[in-house]
C-alpha cells in the first residue's frame, strides 16, 4: 500500500501560510491556528471515521516559547502540547509557530509561575478548540527518557551496500512466517518525507514493534521506509499510512509505530500509534510518552 492518493479539495485555509512569507505579528491572535481535518488522508487509507483501529497521540515539542510578566520581563522556555489521535482535527506547524509568537508581547502573569500556569493554559484551550479534542500542555523542565532505545534494532546497522536498493522499493514488503509470534521491534533514522503543500524535506527516526506471526523481512521493511522520501503527507499521515499497512498485512497481536521528527520552524511533531496503549503504558505519564529528543531534534 502506499501512501500516495487523489489529493483532496481542502475546505480550509490551509495554505494560508505554508509557502507564504510570514505576517509580522504584533499581538497575541488565537485566530491565527489553521485546523486541518485528519479525515482526508484517512479516507485514502481507507480507513472510516469511526473506526478504531489504533490508539495514540501526536507529542508538538515547540521550543522558542516567549512571553511577559506583567512588569515587562520576558519568560522564555519549551512547552510540549498533546493531540489525541482520534480528535476530529490537527492543527497546521506553520500556523502554530505564528500562534506562539503571538505570544511574545503578551503578558500572562506577575510571577514566573502564574504566568506559566496561566499561558499553558490558554494554548490548551486555544488547540483543543481548534481540534475538538482535549489537548493536554505541559512546560517542559527536563526530559524523561525510559530508556527503550537500546531494545530497538536499527535496520540500516547491518552492512547493507551491496543491495540494489530501488529493486527492493519496487518489490514493496516481503513476508516471513511461524506459527509462534515474532517479535521485532526495529529502528530507522532514514525516515524522510515531504510536506505536501510546500514539498519541504521532513526528517526523522522511526520505531517500530510487531507482536504476529506474519512480519516483514529487514531489508523489505527498511526498503519501504526509504520509499517514504517522496512521498508528500504531513507527518501524522505517514505514520498512519505505515501503521495500516503493517495492521493489515500482519494481523498483528501488539503493533507501535512512533516517530520523532527533527523540528522546523522550532517546533517538531511526533506522532505515535499503537494498537493496545495498555501494552506501553510504562512509556507513558498522563498523556506524555516518556521520550528524550533525539540526537538529531
Known amino acids: 500500500m502506499s501512501v500516495k492518493g487523489e489529493k483532496q479539495h481542502l475546505e480550509t485555509d490551509i495554505d494560508r501560510f505554508l509557502g507564504k512569507q510570514s505576517p509580522r505579528i504584533e499581538a497575541y491572535d488565537s485566530g491565527l491556528l489553521v485546523r486541518i481535518p485528519r479525515s482526508f488522508n484517512r479516507v485514502n487509507l481507507g480507513v472510516q471515521a469511526d473506526a ?23 519568560v522564555v522556555g519549551v512547552i510540549q502540547f498533546s493531540v489525541p489521535a482520534h480528535s476530529p482535527a490537527i492543527v497546521e506547524s506553520k500556523s502554530v509557530k505564528l500562534y506562539l509568537s503571538s505570544f511574545n508581547s503578551e ?9 506559566i ?20 500542555v505541559r512546560w517542559v523542565t527536563r526530559w524523561q527518557d525510559p ?82 522520501r517522496d512521498e508528500e503527507h504531513f507527518h501524522e499521515e505517514i505514520v498512519e499510512a505505515i501503521y495500516y499497512e503493517l495492521l493489515t498485512s500482519c494481523q498483528p497481536e501488539e503493533l507501535l509505530v512512533y ?11 511526533n506522532p505515535l500509534r499503537c494498537l493496545n496503549q495498555a501494552t506501553y503504558a510504562s512509556w507513558f505519564s498522563g498523556t506524555f510518552p516518556l521520550f528524550k529528543p533525539t540526537f538529531r531534534q
Open 107 to 115: 503578558q500572562m502573569g506577575d510571577s514566573i509561575e502564574s504566568a
Open 52 to 74: 478504531r483501529v489504533f490508539e495514540g497521540v501526536d507529542i508538538w515539542t515547540a521550543y522558542e516559547v516567549s512571553f511577559l510578566l506583567a512588569n515587562g520581563l520576558p
Open 117 to 136: 500556569s496561566a499561558f499553558c493554559a490558554r494554548v490548551s484551550d486555544d488547540i483543543s478548540r481548534k481540534t475538538e479534542s482535549e489537548v493536554s
Open 147 to 228: 530508556e527503550f532505545l537500546g531494545s530497538f534494532l536499527t535496520l540500516e546497522s547491518s552492512k547493507r551496500e551491496a543491495i540494489d536498493w530501488k529493486q527492493c522499493a519496487a518489490k514493496g514488503l516481503h513476508y516471513i512466517s511461524a506459527p509462534g509470534d515474532f517479535t521485532v521491534r526495529w529502528h530507522s533514522s532514514l525516515l524522510r518525507s515531504q510536506c505536501r503543500i510546500t514539498q519541504q524535506p521532513d526528517w526523522g527516526d522511526i520505531f517500530i514493534e510487531i507482536v504476529a506471526k506474519r512480519v516483514p523481512t529487514e531489508v523489505s521493511m527498511l526498503a519501504y521506509i526509504m520509499n517514504m
Open 259 to 269: 516517530a520523532q521528527y527533527t523540528r522546523r520552524g522550532g517546533v517538531d511533531i
